[in-house]
């Protein structure tokens, strides 16, 4: 269950300088970013980045008193004898507030609770100094380059008949600068198969059988992990490596760093992908299958997906894509925790999930959306190495230092 507010400044107050102060003020990130925001996603110049750039701050911060990684805004090496926990707590403070001035009681909260663990004197004035610097960075960072060109979304329709006509995303969307990609189009997978194609065929007949919302050869089990991964939560078991001994403020910043980055180039991967392919989903792949010119599919104009369709294109995956970039990341960071990763979801209570390591985590992502009836085999298929190559790239940006 996620921490309430009151819970994470306890922790924050609770000791001095540890390795998982990172995870601690990510969790109070999550926790402000859940109060201040809409409950439906909603596109938002005010907090562009909020995520990515909150956890760049406090990874630059903590880089910068711990050199061991390259810098992604070429911040400066601390003063000697910095106090770390002041530079965090200073980066993440700033960030927050930038974002969330809405509040600005529990991020003021945090704080003061996190510098009365600092002794005072130099140290704590040169980490001050230390994450003020880094937020500031973090903050002039990515954004929206408007010299980029908008999303642009044509519905396929017969003109004067009906089709879904909201925005998959936000004309702005493409707009956002990547961080490790050089463009949104970068990463663009392949076609998909043509539709007549045996590949196409087989696919869509796998999910017709096994994404149906009355299927008989999905299984109970398979069917809660489809409701189960539609919506599950990356806190838990990246607080089990933050947690583990051994392990380091600067390691565990590079890792929510990592992940947050990432999420932001995929989403650029998935508007750029989708809107370029436009390709059909299940659902009306299915009800359509007289019109695909294969005769290896077959129409069933009442077909149902076990979850509902999403309002974006099929091709790419986005669950598959998140799932290959994150544990092509998070492998990066050793050994799984003894009795594997556990992974939760809000909309199920008491529901948890444990895989052996990060492969077997990716593989239950990409299963989930075929037995959701929402996604295709051979999307899967072809969006995991585009994953696993952004996976690679964001690593190679924040690189151990030789």
């Known amino acids: 269950m996620r921490k309430t507010a009151l819970s994470i400044l306890a922790l924050l107050a609770a000791s001095p300088a540890s390795a998982d102060m990172v995870a601690d003020w990510n969790e109070l990130l999550t926790s402000v970013d859940k109060a201040a925001s809409p409950p ?22 903590a880089n910068a008193v711990d050199r061991r990684y390259a810098s992604y805004v070429g911040l400066p090496v ?12 200073t980066a993440a403070h700033d960030a927050m507030l930038f974002f969330y001035p809405g509040e600005a009681k529990t991020i003021e909260d945090a704080y003061v609770l996190a510098l009365a663990n600092v002794p005072a004197g130099p140290g704590r004035d040169a980490g001050i100094a230390t994450g003020k610097a880094a937020a500031a960075a973090a903050l002039a960072a990515g954004g929206l380059d408007p010299k980029l060109p908008q999303a642009i979304y044509k519905p396929t329709a017969i003109a004067g008949k009906w089709a879904p006509s909201s925005l998959p995303y936000d004309p702005h969307e493409l707009q956002v600068r990547p961080w490790f990609m050089a463009s949104a189009s970068q990463l663009r997978i392949g076609p998909p198969p043509a539709l007549t194609s045996a590949t196409y065929a087989a696919s869509v007949n796998e999910t017709q059988a096994r994404g149906a919302k009355d299927s008989k050869v999905r299984s109970p089990a398979d069917t809660l992990a489809a409701k189960f991964w539609a919506s599950y939560q990356m806190d838990p078991p990246m607080r089990q490596i933050a947690d583990q001994p051994g392990r380091t403020t600067v390691q565990n910043a590079r890792m929510y760093a990592l992940i947050a980055l990432a999420s932001d180039d995929i989403g650029l991967m998935m508007a750029d992908g989708k809107l370029f392919h436009a390709f059909w989903r299940p659902m009306n792949a299915i009800r359509q299958a007289d019109s695909d010119g294969n005769d290896d599919t077959t129409i069933d104009p009442l077909w149902e997906p076990l979850l509902r369709t999403p309002g974006q294109p099929e091709y790419p995956c986005g669950h598959c894509t998140v799932a290959s970039v994150f544990s092509t990341i998070l492998a990066a960071e050793g050994k799984p925790p003894p009795g594997g990763l556990h992974f939760t979801t809000e909309k199920m209570p008491g529901i948890s999930i444990t895989v052996p390591d990060w492969p077997a985590y990716a593989k239950a992502v990409d299963q989930s959306r075929i037995d959701a009836g929402v996604h295709f085999r051979f999307t899967a298929e072809a969006s995991d190495p585009a994953g696993q190559q952004l996976g690679r790239m964001a690593l190679a940006r924040l690189a151990p230092l030789k």
């Not at 439906?40 to 911060?61: C, D, H, N, V």
């Not at 601390?78 to 707590?89: K, N, Q, W």
């Open 78 to 89: 601390a003063a000697r004898g910095s106090s770390m926990d002041a530079a965090v707590a």
């Open 40 to 61: 439906e996603y909603m596109f938002s110049t005010a907090t562009l980045q909020s995520g990515s750039k909150t956890l760049l701050a406090i990874y630059e911060a």
